[in-house]
């Protein structure tokens, strides 16, 4: 009998593919750009399951163009790329991958406040241009971090690991969600529950953790930054779109907030052209989960939640487990 097909759009990391292989005749994006759309409607025709990553969109024109798709499995946690009751109407499972990248997103988000309040990018430049002239008491003076506040907005899995560290700098932790965090979360992180503007008032570095809704487009637009310290950053690991990137510019050019860190953008790859010149932000390229370790296992949950399908397991990260139940 002939495996079914999995189209990975990746070629994935050596763990995964071994899992898969086992199981399926595994077709693989192998090519270093991300494939053009056409490309991905015609290869998921004849495919039984879709392993593919944020830059790909699982919605009616996909899920039309390929009747035999039982899963869609992402290799992110972040799933706005992926129209779920779409997946459910036609009974196709949608997966994530929550969990696994919490930790290492929470160190990059450290990475970026540190490097913006530390104007780390600009004394490499400076080091590597061979314009440095020497030791001098005022040169590249940042922000201290340590004994500040830091703040956020969305306080889940990811938002909970960034304040974690940030007893290691004895930091005031404040934060907002939509949901409070219990007792016990707060007590752990001596953090402090307040309403959003008070967070956006109080906070010397602000970092965003919300995932990409409706409600959360341009969070962070110019009302928000009004009311952030003139001495503030903001840094953003959640989704680009949370922050209303010309809103964020004028705020920059104002001197409303001291800078900002992003690794996310509202129109990725594409980057603000207001936002490339200016030695007060650190930009980075949708990294913050990027390690192998980190990356390796999100690739192999996918993987596992694809086996999952059709070995009659439940997927561990299934978005819409219903559609199993509903069979
Ligand atoms: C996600 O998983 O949603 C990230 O943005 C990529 O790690």
Redo the contacts with the bound molecule.
Sequence with gaps: MSKPKVFCTHPLFETPRKLLEEHFEVEYWNRPERPPRAEVLKRVADTDALICL?TEKVNEELLAAAPKLRIAANV???FDNIDVPACTRRKVVAS??PGV?DET?ADFAWTLLMAVARRLLEGDRLVRSGQWTGWNLDQLCGADIWGKTIGFLGFGRIGRAVARRASGFRMRVIYHDAVRAPAEVEKELNATFLERDAVLAQADFVSLHVPLLPDTRHLMSAAQFAKMKRTAFLINTS?GPVVDEAALVAALDAGRIAGAALD?YENEPQVHPGLVGRSNVALAP?I???SVETRTK?ATIAAENVIAVFTGRRPPTALNPEVLEAK
């Design positions: 944020l992110a946690v972040g994530n991958t990248l997103t989704r996310v949708h913050a989960s990027a999100m």
